[in-house]
């Protein structure tokens, strides 16, 4: 079955410090992947996506995600977090062909906290 | 370009009403998709629109439905609400042949 797991329900760092968020993914065939943020009573906004291609991919904000195919991955990170990155982060799956786009698969997110 | 639109932001129903929810997607989307949020089950599917028709469907009772109008709009019905329906309605829309989907602010339903 198709899955999606973030091992880290909450992460607290240091503003300034480097940021990972982890992603394992669970699909039969080759992955859409993607991350998204959603602040407080907010809808999700798309951060990065990785289709095919270069496995690292760059986002919106200074986030970027690799895809290690062999470790079924899609990790997320920033080298230095600010205090408006405090916000829940959520990676999400989807079939590849864009025959259904609409099935996203999310994990059950990563709600990190911003020390001072 | 506007984002995704939804409306009413808020709502409060009881057991047993009926609710429709309303999406405006992003001009151009053909594709519009339903998502609940909740606390205990995060966000999953409901279904997904494409040009009028309903291309795939989550797993969620018959009290869920849907349609989208021929200028993309969607709206989402839930008959019969329970308690457990009370959840963030998070519409999604998304350009033909493309699989990035683009969120609005969600309605908040409870249901008391």
């Known amino acids: 079955a198709q899955s999606v797991t973030q091992p880290d329900i909450h992460i607290t760092v240091s503003e300034g410090a480097s940021l990972e968020l982890r992603c394992n993914y669970s699909?039969?065939?080759?992955?859409?992947l993607f991350w998204y943020v959603q602040s407080p009573g907010q809808g999700l906004q798309l951060l990065l996506k990785y289709f095919s291609g270069d496995t690292l991919v760059q986002g919106i904000k200074g986030f970027e995600a690799e895809f290690k195919r062999s470790q079924s991955s899609f990790n997320l990170r920033k080298p230095s977090v600010h205090w408006s990155d405090a916000a829940e982060y959520f990676c999400?799956?989807?079939?590849?062909?864009?025959?259904?786009?609409?099935?996203?698969?999310f994990g059950k997110g990563t709600k990190l906290s911003v020390k001072p | 370009k506007a984002g995704v639109t939804q409306t009413p932001r808020y709502l409060i129903k009881t057991r047993g009403q009926q609710v429709t929810l309303s999406c405006s997607p992003i001009?151009?989307?053909?594709?519009v998709s339903w998502y609940q949020q909740t606390p205990g089950q995060g966000l999953q599917f409901l279904f997904e629109y494409f040009s009028e028709t309903q291309r795939n469907k989550g797993n969620f009772p018959g009290r869920f439905s849907g349609r989208q109008f021929s200028n993309s709009r969607s709206e989402m019905n839930v008959s019969t609400l329970e308690l457990g329906d009370s959840a963030l309605y998070l519409c999604a829309s998304g350009p033909a042949h493309t699989d990035t989907q683009y969120f609005g602010p969600g309605t908040r339903l409870t249901v008391l």
């Open positions: 999400a799956v989807g079939a590849k062909g864009g025959g259904s786009q609409g099935n996203l698969i």
């Open positions: 001009s151009g989307h053909r594709s």
């Open positions: 699909y039969g065939a080759t992955p859409y």
